[in-house]
Every structure is written in structure tokens, then in C-alpha cells.
């Protein structure tokens, strides 16, 4: 084994100079991959957790530079689902197998927080064995307390990049990163669950910027770490940027899975969509994590935060078997579960 390797092993962390040589070499890859899930299985066996993703919305008031659902794109056919529409999608999901579900959507003013608050509600007093799981993006304290009460008990919420100077390449002037770790940090102390994480490859991102985004988490102590890679998107300024790699992506889920152990880390849909088999590989570097889309077929080519997103043109029935099989020619296997993070 990579002295590095073995050193993040034994001492659960590595300096920044071993960090860039682990982030820009390819060598030690079959290494870290095999070592990731080897440490993954410990945890959590082989055991993959699923979370239903209900994109209920794609309006939004941010212009993020990189995102298929900013403001600015005139192109966007903008929707929303009523709550009866959430709660079918909950009903569906639950048949299904499911037991968390996690509202995203882009930061839709429609949705007060009493709105929102009557929808968590519900979906927590009909499936009380459930984790009800929110990705609505930056609001102020008190609103993420009030969701809270009514019956959320996660946030996602990825810090996109921990680097100020980086954040504003990535962000129109109205956005801070400062403001985007207050958020997280408010999550936490309010008793959330909370996920954070970053693109891989985005665009200006350097190797010292993804060294800065684990620190940035070795700080937070995040329950879940969400990376997929940056993918293009026609209608945005970004468009004539190429998109993250597959390498890359796999290269950080394993380094992530070794500091940080007990993390939930997602083979995101961005995965699957820059490579056919990239949640597998997702899965066999470290990732525990699927979070299949439950959304309404008729929305779900609408929530088009990157070109060519898949899974758009299936059902939510057909999402789940096919992940049942690719999840098991992984090597792996799909629970029926909340699945919380292990050791809280
Ligand atoms: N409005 C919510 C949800 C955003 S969408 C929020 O602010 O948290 C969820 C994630 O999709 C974002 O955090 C971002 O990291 C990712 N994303 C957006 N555009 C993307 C793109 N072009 N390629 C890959 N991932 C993208």
C-alpha cells in the first residue's frame, strides 16, 4: 500500500502536500478505490441506502452561473407541484420501498415557510417511519427552525465550493460563500442532519480549492457529503466550459470515504449521467448512497440543472428496478431503510 494511503488509514487524515498528490495522480487508484470500500463495508456493508428525490419546483431567484435552473434562463419551462402532487409522489415512493424523502428545488419565494411547513407535515405525520429530508437552498434561521419542528430532520445543502475567491467566480454578487456556510452552520446547531459537498471540475476550480472543500468539512462534520461532477449546461453562462470527469469524481468519493468514514456519500445522478455506469463505479469508490428521482414523469425534463440529465423520461416503478439491478451487479444491495448515518 501508498505510504498516504496507509497513513490516512491509520491516522484518519493526511497534510495538504499528500492531498495533491493523491487528488493529481492516477496511480494509486485501484488503491484507494479498493481501500475506500473496503472501509465502507466495515460500516456499512454492503447495504445501499435509497432516498426519493421529489423535485417539486424549478423556479428560482438565484442566477448561479453553472446551474440549467438560474433566473436567467429564458429556455427553462418553469413548474411547480401542489402539495396533493408531493404527497402522491411520497405515497408512490413509499410502495416503492422508500423511507426518505427529499424535497429539492430551486429557491421558489411561492414557498413560504408556512407552506412549506404544512407540507413536511403531513408527509411526517402519514409516514412517521420516514425521514423527511429538505434542499430548498438559504434561508434565514428562523425558517429552517420552523421546518425543523414540523418534522424535518435533514438538509442538503452542498457549500459548492469553500474558497470565497472560487464562490464568486461560480456566483453572481446577490450570493456569498460566507453566507452559504452560515446557513450550514445554523442547520447543524438547530439539530439537522446535514449534507454538504461540491462539484468536481467545475469551472476555475483548482487542486488547492478541492483541498480547501475537505477542510472546510473536516470543520462542519457533515452527516452526508454530495460530489458529482460539473456538467454543462447549454443555457448558461458557463456553456462553452467542458464538464467534470469521471476520474476525478471517483478519485475524491474514495479520498472523502476515507477521512471521513461514516459519512452517507451519494453516487449522484450527475455520475450516472457523464459516464452509463458511473454510479457502479460510484458504489466501488466509497459511495452508499442512490437518490432516485420520484418526481412526476411529466416535470422531471424540466429540472434540468445540466444537459442530457438522466432518468428523465422514466417512471418512478421503473427507476427502482433498474436500480435494483445495477446496484447488485455492483456487488451491493438496496435496503429498505431511513438510513441514518452510522454511530449517532
Ligand atoms: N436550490 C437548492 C438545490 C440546488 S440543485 C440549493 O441551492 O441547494 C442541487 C445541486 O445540483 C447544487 O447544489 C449543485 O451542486 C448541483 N448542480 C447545479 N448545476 C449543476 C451542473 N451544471 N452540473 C452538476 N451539478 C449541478
Avoid: W
Wanted: aromatic share 10%; glycine share 6%; net charge neutral.
Amino acid at each position: 500500500m501508498t505510504d498516504i494511503i496507509k497513513k490516512i488509514i491509520t491516522e484518519h487524515d493526511i497534510n495538504d502536500n499528500e492531498l495533491k498528490l493523491l487528488i493529481e495522480n492516477a496511480d494509486s487508484d485501484s488503491e484507494l478505490f479498493s481501500e475506500a470500500d473496503r472501509v465502507r463495508r466495515q460500516i456499512y456493508g454492503d447495504k445501499v441506502y435509497l432516498r426519493g428525490l421529489i423535485e417539486f419546483t424549478n423556479y428560482c431567484r438565484n442566477n448561479c452561473f453553472y446551474c440549467g435552473i438560474r433566473r436567467d434562463n429564458k429556455n427553462a419551462r418553469r413548474y411547480r407541484l401542489s402539495k396533493d402532487e408531493i404527497l402522491n409522489c411520497c405515497k408512490e415512493g413509499y410502495a416503492l420501498g422508500y423511507r426518505t424523502f427529499v424535497l429539492q428545488g430551486g429557491e421558489d419565494p411561492y414557498f413560504t415557510d408556512d407552506r412549506l411547513c404544512s407540507i413536511v407535515s403531513e408527509i411526517h405525520n402519514l409516514y412517521p417511519d420516514c425521514a423527511v429530508t429538505l434542499s430548498l437552498g438559504e434561508r434565514t434561521k428562523e425558517s429552517y427552525q420552523k421546518l425543523f419542528e414540523a418534522g424535518a430532520e435533514r438538509y442538503l445543502l452542498r457549500h459548492e465550493t469553500a474558497d470565497a475567491v472560487h464562490y464568486a467566480k461560480l456566483h453572481p454578487d446577490s450570493m456569498s460563500c460566507e453566507n452559504r456556510k452560515r446557513c450550514l452552520y445554523d442547520l447543524k446547531s438547530i439539530g439537522y442532519q446535514v449534507g454538504t459537498g461540491f462539484m468536481t471540475g467545475s469551472p476555475f476550480q483548482t487542486t488547492e480549492n478541492l483541498i480547501a472543500d475537505i477542510r472546510f468539512m473536516q470543520e462542519l462534520s457533515p452527516d452526508m457529503i454530495g460530489i458529482g461532477p460539473y456538467i454543462t449546461h447549454k443555457d448558461t453562462p458557463f456553456s462553452s466550459f467542458p464538464s467534470g470527469s469521471l476520474e476525478l469524481t471517483l478519485r475524491l468519493i474514495a479520498i472523502i470515504r476515507l477521512l471521513f468514514p461514516y459519512a452517507l456519500i451519494p453516487a449522484t445522478t450527475a455520475l450516472g449521467t457523464i459516464s452509463h455506469t458511473g454510479r457502479e463505479k460510484g458504489l466501488k469508490a466509497g459511495a452508499n448512497v442512490i437518490m432516485p428521482n420520484l418526481s412526476p414523469a411529466a416535470v422531471r425534463k424540466k429540472y434540468e440543472l445540466y444537459d442530457d440529465k438522466i432518468c428523465t423520461g422514466e417512471e418512478s416503478a421503473q427507476c427502482r428496478a433498474c436500480l435494483e439491478r445495477r446496484v447488485s451487479s455492483a456487488g451491493y444491495r438496496i435496503v429498505t431503510d431511513r438510513g441514518d448515518r452510522a454511530g449517532i
